[in-house]
């Protein structure tokens, strides 16, 4: 941390009690997987579902990051550490406001999921493998980047020239081969309501 002589100030609201207000646990759905695999579509329509049932919830999405928050980095290893880095600790935010965030990012290495688990307590952080064969996002590819990255128009591009980490103990496998969307967030609705309750 290159800031000095800064302390955490406590607002007086504490967490328990936003979560009291929003009668929901603040957790962070951390969605990880391929391009392709589903995140986003499964963020959005989960987003939207809990949304109706009057849930506080907001997505963090890769994208819509990079035009803001994250606009200056690019797609080298350090970049999308730091990418991940910066998201972890907003989504950490977001679930001490008592919110429900959905994070739907490819974050490709296991050491910068674990390092955005560690900042929330046990239960916090549900890490969902949003889990696609390569073949399969491939012929899904909305923005044609696997054939940009098998033709060598996009370097350092996850699955193809740079490495994606499997989750070793997620707290869910959503098979989106096998899956529709509404199973995957009803999946993720399900354990919701049982270990957040």
Known sequence: M??????WHDTGITKNDRERQNDH????????????CGKSTIASKLQENLFQLGSQVYILDGDNIRHGLNGDLGFSPE????????????????????????TSFISPYRKDRDRARSLMKEGEFIEVFVKAPLSVCEVRDPKGLYKKARDGVIKEFTGISA?????????????TDKL???????????YLKKYSA
Request: no cysteine; glycine share 8%.
């Open 180 to 190: 529709s969307v509404e199973e995957s967030v009803a999946a993720i609705t399900n």
């Open 163 to 175: 490495p994606y980490e499997e989750p070793e103990n997620p707290e869910i496998i959503l098979e």
């Open 25 to 36: 646990k603040g957790v962070v759905i951390w969605l990880t997987g391929l391009s392709g």
């Open 79 to 102: 970049d999308r550490e730091e990418n991940i880095r910066r998201i972890g600790e907003v989504a950490h935010l977001f679930a001490d406001a008592g919110t429900i965030a959905i």
């Open 2 to 7: 290159k800031s000095t002589n800064v302390t």
